[in-house]
């Protein structure tokens, strides 16, 4: 079965940097987009990034543009978030999640179909 | 950017009863980019719905999501205890991706 298991979260002084991983397993890494959305703690859902299943296209949210950088492994079925020049506001649970595109006759559907259980990152002097 | 608002903010119900979402976009979106999830507390978000309305696997068909444009609805014909939770829409647009502040449902 499907699994998505992120790691390297933590307690880190702002300014710092600090680098997630997100293990996955039960399916073909390298044929899949995957994403990093986090959760400030009692907000909503913010999507952060994507990578494309070869690495080829990274695209970010405006928040975290020019100090996170999404990147994969597709030889060690790893997706990885660097995050640098953290601030206060990045303090959230962070999630990765399988992009999912279907094709629905002459349409292509977007959606998350798989995500982990994400890991909390504070970011506090 | 597409801006995706939800309403109401709190749906307060009771079990056996009909829940109906909103989900309103700040410009016209594709059907084929919106997508309804669920989160329980502690847990991480649950695929409900891709499509607009398309049931993702698994999904008990209590649930139904409908609309297009700027207006999309998700419908919870009966609600079971296991229902009460924050349920996000979601859309893609140009290499983005935008979430809804969530609606919550609780148990009146």
């Known amino acids: 079965q499907v699994q998505l298991v992120e790691s390297g979260g933590g307690v880190v002084q702002p300014g710092r940097s600090l680098r997630l991983s997100c293990a996955a397993s039960?399916?073909?890494?390298?044929?899949?987009?995957m994403h990093w959305v986090r959760q400030a703690p009692g907000k909503g859902l913010e999507w952060v990034a994507v990578?494309?299943?070869?690495?080829?296209?990274?695209y970010y949210a405006d928040s975290v543009k020019g100090r996170f950088t999404i990147s994969r492994d597709n030889s060690k079925n790893t997706l990885y978030l660097q995050m640098n020049s953290l601030r206060a506001e990045d303090t959230a649970v962070y999630y990765c999640?399988?992009?999912?595109?279907?094709?629905?006759?002459?349409?292509?559907?977007?959606?998350?179909?798989?995500w982990g259980q994400g890991t909390l990152v504070t970011v506090s002097s | 950017e597409i801006v995706l608002t939800q309403s109401p903010g709190t749906l307060s119900l009771s079990p056996g009863e009909r829940a109906t979402l909103s989900c309103r976009a700040s410009?016209?979106?594709?059907?084929?980019?919106l997508a309804w999830y669920q989160q329980k507390p502690g847990q991480a978000p649950r695929l409900l719905i891709y499509?607009?309305?398309s049931r993702a696997t698994g999904i008990p068909d209590r649930f139904s999501g409908s609309g297009s444009g700027t207006d999309f609805t998700l419908t919870i014909s009966r609600l079971e205890p296991e229902d009460f939770a924050v349920y996000y829409c979601q859309q893609y647009g140009s290499s983005s991706w935008t979430f809804g502040q969530g609606t919550k449902v609780e148990i009146k």
């Open positions: 410009q016209s979106v594709s059907s084929s980019y």
């Open positions: 499509g607009a309305s």
């Open positions: 990578i494309w299943y070869d690495g080829s296209n990274k």
């Open positions: 999640a399988r992009d999912r595109r279907a094709l629905r006759g002459p349409i292509i559907e977007y959606y998350f179909d798989y």
């Open positions: 039960g399916f073909t890494f390298s044929s899949y987009g």
